[in-house]
């Protein structure tokens, strides 16, 4: 048995610890999974006789686990402009020193595309077929 350790920057939640254990369990020769979305990192065992790092990797790659995580960011350009000014508005986050905290103010838009946020491993929900 090998052990290979990964850092996954993409698995910042429990649904994704979920979801790469799902993966990484249906190769064959993946004997266990430690993953934890606290310091985003995956510990494999597997037998290098029937699966490889490569494959590993591979699988993880495939479903959006490895690279970078894309984030967008606010640019201070108005995400709409209107004929009036009154149909132009912003996006505006501030964090204050004092608190540490952040405040983020919006407006809610209708919007059918994909959230900000890409989230590997989520999809719609889609019916079994029986």
Request: glycine share 8%; charged share 25%.
């Amino acid at each position: 048995m090998k052990v290979l350790t990964l850092e996954l920057p993409a698995m910042y939640g429990d649904h994704h610890v979920v979801e790469v254990k799902r993966l990484l369990m249906a190769l064959d020769g993946v004997a266990d999974v430690y993953a934890s979305s606290a310091f985003q990192a995956a510990e494999v065992s597997y037998d290098p006789k029937k699966v490889s790092e490569e494959d590993i990797e591979t699988e993880l790659e495939k479903n959006g686990y490895l690279g970078s995580l894309f984030i967008s960011e606010e640019t201070g350009i108005a995400v709409n402009v209107g004929e009036s000014k009154a149909d132009t508005f912003y996006r505006h986050t501030e964090a204050y020193a004092q608190t540490g905290k952040v405040v983020s103010f919006g407006q809610d838009i209708a919007q059918s595309s994909r959230g900000l946020w890409p989230c590997p491993g989520m999809s719609p929900a889609k019916m079994d077929e029986e």
